[in-house]
């Protein structure tokens, strides 16, 4: 689970276009459903997401997450838009130790895949930065080739990879 959290946090608050749709879709606790997510991005609404579909929705996520509006998005932007989002069922008492370190992990994992996409070591993630990211996973995703993503190709089964 903390894998799927890292990499939709990854792809809300730092905008991964074409990679957003498929991290993003890989959520599946509150407002970021990947339904929701995926017909948000289907500007056209015909069942497919472009990758201009996906930098739209991307760019609109990644203006969501930078809260001063100064064109980058920090760490701290990021944790704060990706909490806000994928909001935060109470843990049973039994399970708030194992949700405790979960959520360490996960923050780990986020926090090196920032520190990744941050080309320019500033402390801040730009579109421009994240562009490249985004644009390699919508290809990896695309599995057919044809330039769309469909809800298949952006939510594959677990173990089933069609590549």
């Known amino acids: 689970m903390h894998r799927k959290i890292a990499i939709a946090a990854l792809g809300i608050a730092l905008g991964l276009g074409a990679l957003a749709l498929p991290a993003m879709a890989q959520a599946q606790r509150g407002p970021m459903r990947a339904g929701a997510l995926f017909g948000a991005a289907d500007a056209d609404h015909d069942g497919r997401v472009t990758q201009d579909e996906a930098w739209n929705a991307l760019s609109a996520r990644f203006g969501e997450a930078d809260a001063n509006k100064d064109g980058g998005v920090t760490w701290e932007e990021f944790r704060t838009y990706a909490h806000s989002r994928m909001g935060r069922p109470q843990a049973e008492a039994p399970r708030a130790e ?66």
């Open 98 to 163: 194992r949700a405790s370190r979960t959520e360490s992990r996960m923050e780990s994992r986020g926090e090196s895949m920032f520190r990744a996409l941050d080309a320019d070591r500033d402390g801040r993630v730009t579109l421009a930065e994240l562009r490249p990211a985004a644009e390699a996973m919508f290809r990896a995703r695309d599995v057919n080739g044809d330039g769309a993503l469909s809800r298949e190709e952006v939510t594959p089964r677990h173990g089933h990879r069609t590549r």
